[in-house]
């Protein structure tokens, strides 16, 4: 199967950075898109950034200019570069993955990390 490992979330105060990581691991044979999705308290989950296998980037309105979202295909691993938090940022981040396990595109396995908090308060 395959996993996806995240890190990075914690305790920022206003205006502070944090960056998460997430890595896949398991039986891969390529990883599509790769994105970032939150959930605050009460709400729904929401995208906040997606990235394509080659580059290509989308980022919710309410992220846009400051979140940086990158991959390194070779580790196959997503990163979410946050600056500039504000409290509404607060919520629990999901790394993606669209998942080839095979050259079969059937293979393909849309995988959801465990979720990292990040928490923005003063």
């Known amino acids: 199967q395959v996993q996806l490992v995240e890190s990075g979330g914690g305790l920022v105060q206003p205006g502070g950075s944090l960056r998460l990581s997430c890595a896949a691991s398991?039986?891969?044979?390529?990883?599509?898109?790769m994105g970032w999705y939150r959930q605050a308290p009460g709400k729904q989950r929401e995208l906040a950034a997606t990235?394509?296998?080659?580059?290509?980037?989308n980022y919710a309105d309410s992220v846009k200019g400051r979140f940086t979202i990158s991959r390194d295909n070779a580790k196959n691993t997503v990163y979410l570069q946050m600056n500039s938090l504000k409290p509404e940022d607060t919520a629990v981040y999901y790394c993606?993955?669209?998942?080839?396990?095979?050259?079969?595109?059937?293979?393909?396995?849309?995988?959801w990390g465990q979720g990292t908090l990040v928490t923005v308060s003063s």
């Open positions: 990235i394509s296998r080659r580059g290509g980037l």
């Open positions: 993606n993955a669209a998942v080839y396990t095979s050259t079969w595109s059937s293979s393909l396995l849309d995988a």
């Open positions: 398991g039986t891969i044979f390529t990883i599509g898109v």
